[in-house]
C-alpha cells in the first residue's frame, strides 16, 4: 500500500462552535492526467475519503483560529488529487450555521508509494466570508 504522511494547516478560521475535516482521493493514472471534474467534484462523487478532524460542542464557541492536524493515509500505490472538505458551525442571530467548504488540489496529483517520498503540508487559508454572506442551500429543522 501506498503512504501520504503530512500535515493540513488550516488558518483564519473564524469564531466556530464545531470542525469537521476530511480529505477525498481521486485516483489517476499518472501525474500527466487532467484534474477530474475540472476541480469541482459534487460531494456525491467523494466516496474514498478519510476523516481528519471532527469536533462540535454547540454549548460553547471557539475563537481557535489556526490548526495544524497531522496526516497518515494509505492507499493503493499510485497518483491522487485531493480535495478536503470542511465544515465550520457558526451562529448568527441565535441560529446555527453550517458553512462547508471544499478545497481541491488541482495542481498536480500526489504520489501515494511506500515508502512516502516526503511529508506534506497543504495550507488551507479559510475563506474571510462574514456569516449573513454566506449562500443558502437549505435548512434544517430540528423536530
Given at each position: ?49 478519510h476523516s481528519v478532524h471532527h ?76 456569516v449573513d454572506e454566506l449562500p ?8
Amino acid at each position: 500500500m501506498g503512504k501520504l504522511e503530512g500535515t493540513i494547516a488550516l488558518t483564519g478560521v473564524p469564531p466556530h462552535r464545531g470542525l469537521m475535516v476530511s480529505l477525498s482521493f481521486f485516483p489517476v493514472n499518472s501525474p500527466d492526467d487532467p484534474v477530474p471534474y475540472d476541480g469541482d467534484p459534487p460531494p456525491e462523487i467523494a466516496r474514498d475519503s478519510h476523516s481528519v478532524h471532527h469536533q462540535v460542542d454547540l454549548s460553547r464557541e471557539s475563537s481557535q483560529s489556526e490548526y495544524e492536524f497531522p496526516i497518515e493515509v494509505e492507499r493503493p500505490d499510485g497518483f491522487y488529487y485531493l480535495e478536503l472538505r470542511a465544515v465550520l458551525l457558526r451562529t448568527h442571530d441565535g441560529q446555527l450555521v453550517a458553512q462547508a467548504e471544499p478545497f481541491f488540489f488541482a495542481r498536480r496529483p500526489m504520489l501515494f508509494c511506500d515508502p512516502p517520498l516526503g511529508k506534506i503540508t497543504l495550507p488551507i487559508p479559510w475563506p474571510a466570508v462574514a456569516v449573513d454572506e454566506l449562500p443558502i442551500d437549505g435548512v434544517i429543522e430540528p423536530q
